[in-house]
């Protein structure tokens, strides 16, 4: 039955169902341990031929309906929730690139997600060519090598705002028999659900509208299932896992062998799950998804459209709005532009800063995407090292000012900006 449900039905009630006389609402599981009647059932756990629960490192019941509803939003087969967005991306690619591959993305990543993947991975021997958002198809395909075993991009970039071309970057995927993998953080499942357009796994930092509330750092990994692991390339989920004396994926998990593999061996060695009172927190956080997406949305329009016509705005990014490069995408994958959007200010870095100084209601906060309205100068806090020349290299404006719309009222929000772009 649930999957018939709309969107807005799965946020409120998927993943839990209480059996007579049990709380209404999840509980929080704070156990790190299990108890169990005879040793044959830890045995099966182990062999992982039972359900259930054994350790906390691996499994626990409230982060285990977290998960549950992700896959239902998703449209996916399984999930599994991380310490951070950050594992999450990590894992994603560690569970189908041993040392020696290589990967595919796009430029257009989370700054930590470029970082990652062009430092700390190919520490680990993982090889990323990084191509253009942008690029012709023929320059994607040219990338993929015979060791390529994914091809990885953002639905919705941050802080860039382009629109992933899923149509295109997924063409490549499928001709090379490889997984796309999309990072699906600042849609959310409500404004855009990647496995209709030809993504086999998607991921989340669940830190941003997920939880929504600027309380729990997390990370989700969902797999859509139906993927052909036995071309050859992948052969981690076809032949036996001696960690797991000969067990062998797509058999034993055959409906969703990629997040069976994710658990069993990296979750498991690594040691790297959601906690179950963040999990409770995300999940909270998931029940007024489609109700706080909605409103971020509009009102991220809303102010974008009052900035576009401020005489002292000289740009305003924002995928929505129709002059937008990103407009025509934005409509065929989008339900919404979500709640971030950038602008400057004529008279650049100087006038930026003042008018940050200079709102009220808006607090400076290095974070995107919780209710509360935001703001950022790169130029001026993350990125203040560089000069006006390297700023341009980086790919941010000395005049960017980056907003993470909330659910306030969008007048008061408004007001804001008004009041403070006075004092320039
Ligand atoms: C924040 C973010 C991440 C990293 O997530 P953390 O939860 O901070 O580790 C990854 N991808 C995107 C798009 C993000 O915005």
């Not at 310490?83 to 989370?110: D, E």
């Not at 401020?310 to 709005?321: E, Q």
Request: charged content about 20%; hydrophobic content about 40%.
């Amino acid at each position: 039955m649930s999957d018939s449900w709309k969107i807005e039905t799965k946020t409120v009630q998927c993943g839990y169902n209480p059996a007579n006389g049990e709380p209404r609402v999840t509980p929080i599981c704070q156990s790190t341990t299990y108890k169990y009647d005879n040793a044959q059932s830890v045995a099966d756990w182990f062999d992982l031929k039972a359900p259930g629960h054994i350790y906390t490192r691996l499994t626990n019941p409230t982060v285990s309906v977290f998960e549950a509803k992700m896959a239902k939003l998703e449209k996916g087969v399984a999930a599994i929730a991380t310490s951070s967005g950050q594992t999450a991306n990590m894992l994603a690619i560690l569970n189908v690139a041993p040392s020696g591959s290589h990967v595919v993305a796009s430029s257009a990543l989370y700054g930590g997600t470029f970082n990652l993947f062009k430092h700390t991975m190919k520490q680990m021997n993982i090889d990323f060519t990084f191509v253009r958002p942008d690029a012709p198809i023929e320059e994607i395909a040219a990338a993929v090598r015979p060791n390529t075993k994914a091809i990885f991009g953002e639905t919705l970039a941050n802080p860039v705002l382009s629109v992933l071309d899923f149509d295109k970057f997924s063409a490549v995927a499928k001709k090379n028999g490889i997984p796309f993998i999309v990072d699906n953080t600042f849609p959310t499942p409500y404004l855009c659900n990647p496995f209709d357009f030809g993504v086999d796994i998607v991921t989340h930092s669940s830190t941003k509208y997920i939880d929504g509330h600027a309380t729990s750092v997390g990370g989700v990994i969902v797999e859509k299932g139906g993927f052909d692991w036995s071309n050859g390339k992948f052969p981690m989920f076809t032949e036996p896992d001696e960690s797991y004396h000969g067990l062998v994926y797509t058999k034993q998990f055959a409906s969703h062998p990629y997040i069976a593999r994710l658990l069993a061996v990296w979750i498991r060695d690594l040691g790297t799950p959601m906690a179950p009172f963040n999990a409770f927190l995300s999940n909270m956080g998931l029940e007024t998804l489609h109700l706080r997406m909605e409103r971020h949305s509009s009102n991220a329009l809303k102010l974008a459209e009052y900035l576009k016509n401020h005489p002292k705005v000289s740009w305003v990014n924002y995928p929505f709005l129709p002059d937008s490069p990103e407009y025509e995408r934005a409509k065929k994958y989008l339900r919404g532009g979500s709640g971030v959007l950038s602008f400057g200010i004529k008279g650049g870095a100087k006038a930026g800063e003042k008018v940050m100084n200079a709102l009220k209601l808006a607090a400076i906060v290095v974070h995107v995407a919780d209710v509360r309205t935001c703001v950022l100068h790169p130029a001026s806090m993350t990125h203040r090292q560089l000069n006006d020349e390297e700023l341009k290299a980086a790919g941010v404006a000395p005049d960017l000012i980056r907003v993470s719309v909330g659910i306030e009222h969008i007048d008061d929000i408004i007001a804001d900006f008004e009041q403070a772009m006075a004092q320039i």
